[in-house]
């Protein structure tokens, strides 16, 4: 690793730790920059201010959230609807159990969000790609009926946005969450696939965990 990213490394690493123990808002650019033990002046050369630090953390959590999400795509012998379900409640699970707890963490996320919306607009449309590839695979191969894909794909997210950091809308508990999204993942499937006897598509099951799920996280 160059010297250069080495330094931004340990800058990143002692404002997590700020951030994590003491809140955004009480941490200041001279307390990191004396734990990395440097000048103030010197973090200027890395990052605009604070803020920038912030959205640099968040970004990488968000990534490690997109990973999990791939890993659950990959999965071998996975219908289009077991992917998307899976997909959505996997989301969840990582999203909640990093804020669970954490109240400085969940400062941190409502920061970053405000002050940077456009972290959050990147940050949906990698989630919306996942979402397009697994419907358009189901139209593929004939699982989805879909008449527009851009438009279900847009609606599909709309619809399951509430549970991508919940803790941000809501202070339901998981299990709450949980029982919830198999309510919208029923209504969403059962507008997507269409039965040849006519019956209603099966409700939504919840998932057991996976072990990727489970992935830890710097915060």
Do not use: W
């Not at 200041?28 to 604070?50: L, P, Q, W």
């Amino acid at each position: 690793m160059a010297e250069t990213d080495l330094i931004r490394e340990n800058i990143i690493s002692a404002a997590r730790e700020r951030f994590r123990h003491y809140g955004y808002p009480k941490t200041t650019i001279a307390e990191v920059a004396g734990d990395c033990t440097m000048s103030a002046g010197n973090i200027y050369r890395f990052f605009k201010g604070k803020i920038d630090i912030a959205v640099e953390i968040a970004q990488r959590e968000s990534l490690r959230s997109v990973e999990v999400v791939e890993a659950v795509m990959e999965c071998p012998y996975r219908t289009s609807r077991q992917r998307l379900e899976e997909i959505v409640f996997a989301d969840l699970r990582y999203t909640f159990h990093l804020l669970e707890n954490r109240p400085k963490v969940l400062e941190l996320a409502q920061i970053v969000v405000r002050e940077r919306p456009q972290f959050q607009i990147e940050s949906f449309r990698r989630e919306r790609r996942a979402f397009q590839r697994i419907l358009r695979e189901g139209q593929a191969s004939g699982e989805f009926t879909i008449d527009n894909l851009p438009q279900t794909t847009i609606a599909a997210q709309s619809a399951t946005l509430k549970y991508r950091y919940a803790q941000l809308f809501t202070n339901q508990t998981l299990g709450e969450l949980e029982r919830e999204l198999a309510n919208v993942l029923t209504l969403i499937m059962r507008g997507l696939i269409h039965r040849k006897d006519g019956k209603l598509v099966p409700p939504t099951e919840i998932p057991g965990e996976i072990a990727e799920q489970q992935m830890p996280t710097d915060f």
